[in-house]
């Protein structure tokens, strides 16, 4: 008696499901090996009612992935992509994007964000009311031991995070950044001028471009900025608070 | 027309977490789940919260890479879920979606996509401070006008269980 060899039987078609987050999965259990996964995404977004789309402003793409994420060769074929195996199962993923603005303009504000986050879990944040209205912005509200129903407003604004000294002025209720009486009275502190001759505002080192040299003064770009700054005011407004400035 | 019911314990998990965010400064976001074989009327079941680095929160953006919604998916289908809707917050009191909102986030036909003024952090948020939106197949998301918005989306005590976290 002899053994016969012959080819791998492989059906014709293939059990194809996909799943998609946000909807009942696609199911073919008669899809085409012949069928490329191109095709079949065609088919997975129209079942899902979805479109793809690129302007000059957004681009909403969806793709294919399996088991070990996503799938980049769609030309193939199910039959090659499936192998011996007799059915797929497949996600259909998109990346997400929700909110005001579209993602971070610049891995400085990634930075900031990161440490803006240190700060808010800090213990010390508890004496300060934080905001961030923007990537580089960030308004704190602070009061001096002396006088907690005192509350300054500061406006710390970066160019740069953190190689930079952020510009630091203060807000007043209405917002405004031109009013000496939101500032306190400190040393080095000039609320007629709304600046602060201080190594950790960029007024002070525009004030005193010598220091951007001076070991003694220059700005450290090293660890959390938006923390140190935020502790030295906090230090002064507790050791040499003289009053809020009345013009 | 789509009805949809969210029961007020997910609604108060939803708040929690985009308070949460909110308190911080930065834009939270919840996800809202109905059961895959939910008629065109639709009852939320479960929350769900994204963890870990792959979803970004910033004052004015959120992020979620698509590495995290593929293991989303499989959660949620194991569950025999889908996704069906989010609420995520603004600051202030501007509760309509952005362009951002409309272009980058769930183009599903019937998805509800709700803003939460002032990132979330009011807990007695209620529906009508919010902005409800409703994605339009072929089209866009539009903003349910009150009166719709009192006719479609219902409050109801039906219990849930804690948020699926991810």
């Known amino acids: 008696m002899t053994e016969s060899h012959s080819p791998p039987h492989h059906p014709r078609s293939i059990d194809v499901r996909v799943k998609y987050v946000a909807g009942k999965p696609f199911h073919d259990p008669d899809a085409p ?17 979805l479109e793809e789309m690129s302007t000059p402003e957004f681009q909403k793409t969806y793709h294919l992935h399996d088991h070990k994420g996503r799938i980049e060769n769609l030309a ?65 509200g602070m009061s001096p031991r002396s006088a907690p129903g005192e509350v300054f407003q500061v406006r710390l604004l970066w160019a740069r995070y953190p190689a930079e000294a952020p510009s630091l002025k203060f807000r007043d209720s209405a917002g405004r950044l031109d009013n ?46 938006l923390l140190r700054v935020l502790t030295l005011l906090q230090v002064e407004l507790d050791e040499h608070y003289q009053g809020r400035f009345g013009g | 027309m789509r009805h949809w019911t969210i029961p007020r314990q997910l609604w108060q ?83 309509d979606l952005s362009d951002v909102d409309r272009a980058m986030g769930f183009r599903v036909p019937k998805f509800l996509s709700v803003v939460a003024p002032y990132y979330g952090t009011h807990a007695n948020t209620a529906f009508r401070d919010c902005g409800f939106h409703e994605f339009v197949a072929g089209s866009d998301y539009r903003r349910l006008p009150e009166h719709e918005l009192a006719l479609r989306v219902t409050l109801s005590e039906t219990p849930v269980a804690a948020p699926l976290s991810v």
């Not at chain 1, 090996?33 to 009612?49: D, N, P």
């Not at chain 1, 909110?99 to 400085?108: N, V």
């Not at chain 2, 911080?24 to 996800?31: A, D, H, M, N, V």
């Open chain 1, 33 to 49: 090996r012949s069928q490329t996964l191109q095709a079949l995404k065609v088919r997975v977004l129209t079942h899902f009612h």
């Open chain 1, 76 to 140: 193939q074929t199910l039959g090659d992509y499936a192998g011996r195996d007799d059915k797929i199962e497949l996600k259909l993923v998109e990346q997400i994007t929700q909110g005001l603005e579209g993602p971070a303009p610049c891995a400085d504000a990634v930075i900031l964000e990161e440490h803006y986050a240190e700060v808010a879990a800090s213990d010390e944040a508890h004496r300060w009311k934080l905001e961030r209205p923007d990537w580089l912005e960030v308004w704190a």
């Open chain 1, 180 to 225: 000496p009486r939101a500032w306190p009275v400190l040393p080095g502190f000039r609320p007629g001028s709304l600046d602060a001759c201080v190594n950790y505002c960029a007024e002070g080192f525009g004030l005193h471009p010598e220091w951007r040299t001076d070991p003694r003064f220059r700005w450290d770009p090293r660890g959390n900025s």
């Open chain 2, 13 to 95: 998990q939803s708040l929690e977490e985009v308070g949460a965010f909110g308190r911080e400064g930065r834009e939270g976001i919840c996800l809202w789940l109905a059961r895959q074989d939910s008629g065109s009327n639709l009852a939320f079941v479960r929350s769900a919260v994204l963890r870990g680095p792959l979803i970004r929160r910033g004052p004015l953006s959120i992020q979620i890479d698509s590495m995290l919604i593929d293991r989303f998916t499989d959660v949620v289908d194991r569950e025999g879920l889908l996704l069906a809707g989010q609420i995520h917050g603004h600051p202030e009191r501007f509760t």
